[in-house]
């Protein structure tokens, strides 16, 4: 599990295909080692990853095929830069939200706007994953815990302040730019209950209706 809080950004410096998977090896600048072990999880942009081997400064890890055609994984290259976080300690504070480091989507910047304090970032989100998202609620974007600020269909709203521009990859976005996004898990287990015993036949999960929401009385 991880909060979304970004402890350093990293550099991809080895990328091989081995058939089924990639491996892949990261330099990962900042983030402190002295406490990762082989078997551990880290955070790469919001993929959790396992050490498969790892020095002071680097780790390496594995990439399932499933991996790279779910997330931006696809489209990344030796030098890529990516957020890191490794997995959070019982004993840590928790300062974002609930990441499972599973990506849900991938999503695609559409624009953004500069302003004196902050930046203003729209992404459109896959169309499947807008009933996920709301308004003042959370996203994680490349690994990064966020709040939703305005929502319109399937795209979404970020204000980015410079402390998270320059201490994650998020400075380097432009319009066009691929994320990984995890939605909130609390509104997957929503939608999960209110099928009730539905929810044993269902082939996947099913869109949360209107007339479902004034069935369980979230609607009068």
């Not at 399932?64 to 004993?91: C, P, Q, W």
């Amino acid at each position: 599990m991880f909060t979304g809080i970004i402890e350093a950004v990293g550099t991809i410096t080895t990328l091989n295909n081995l058939g089924d998977n990639y491996r892949l090896v990261v330099d990962v600048d900042k983030l402190d080692m002295s406490d990762v072990k082989l078997g551990d999880s880290i955070a790469t942009s919001g993929v959790c990853l396992t050490v498969v081997d790892l020095t002071s400064t680097s780790y390496s890890a594995d990439v399932s095929a499933e991996t790279i055609k779910y997330t931006g994984f696809a489209d990344y290259k030796v030098g890529h830069k990516v957020n890191l976080e490794k997995a959070m300690r019982a004993d840590s504070r928790f300062g974002g939200h609930i990441v499972s480091g599973h990506v849900d989507g991938v999503g695609k910047v559409e624009r953004i706007n500069e302003h004196s304090n902050y930046v203003e970032v729209w992404v459109k989100a896959p169309d499947d994953l807008a009933k996920y998202i709301a308004h003042k609620g959370s996203i994680t974007v490349d690994g990064v815990s966020l709040t939703v600020n305005e929502v319109k269909g399937s795209s979404f709203m970020l204000w980015l302040i410079p402390h998270t521009l320059k201490e994650t990859v998020f400075g380097g976005y432009r319009p066009g730019t691929q994320v990984n996004l995890e939605v909130d898990v609390v509104a997957r287990y929503l939608e999960r209950l209110l099928m009730g015993d539905k929810a044993k036949d269902a082939k996947e999960s099913s869109d949360i209706s209107m007339s479902l929401l004034a069935e369980h009385g979230y609607l009068k």
